[in-house]
């Protein structure tokens, strides 16, 4: 299971995880949205994989990352992921249409990823 999934935006056409073409793809590379484009996933199904969160989230926009998170020592899913796009307009669609989704009989949880959100309050109030 790929500890990540990125998808270049360039676009290459090397195959990526799950057999697609058109972009290139690294496993792990920790690559993150502008600040508002960042996005924490919840209540997906254990049995998920970084692709399938990419799948879900692609419909929205231009996915830079999606990664579901596991857990260390025994790989399992912690049930919930991140997923981050170019443009915080895409991830604001993205939240719109998957937040209630319901997956395997569990209804999606999406925000906006609380480090994104807290920066931007310290920023206003120092000015």
């Known amino acids: 299971v790929p500890a990540g ?3 270049q935006p360039q676009g290459n056409g090397i195959p990526g995880p799950g057999g697609a073409t058109g972009s290139g793809s690294v496993a792990g590379s920790g690559k993150r949205g502008p600040k508002g484009a960042n996005l924490a996933v919840f209540c997906i199904p254990n049995s998920y994989t970084d692709v399938e969160l990419h799948d ?13 998170s596991r857990h260390r020592d025994t790989g399992l899913s912690r049930g919930y992921g991140f997923v981050s796009y170019e443009a915080v307009e895409e991830a604001e669609k993205a939240i719109q249409g998957i937040h209630g989704t319901i997956v395997q009989g569990r209804a999606l949880r999406v925000e906006k990823v ?3 959100e807290d920066s931007g309050a310290q920023q206003r109030t120092r000015e």
């Not at 879900?56 to 579901?68: M, T």
């Open 5 to 7: 999934y990125f998808v």
């Open 56 to 68: 879900i989230a692609r419909p929205y926009g231009n996915v830079v990352y999606a990664q579901v």
């Open 114 to 116: 609380k480090a994104d």
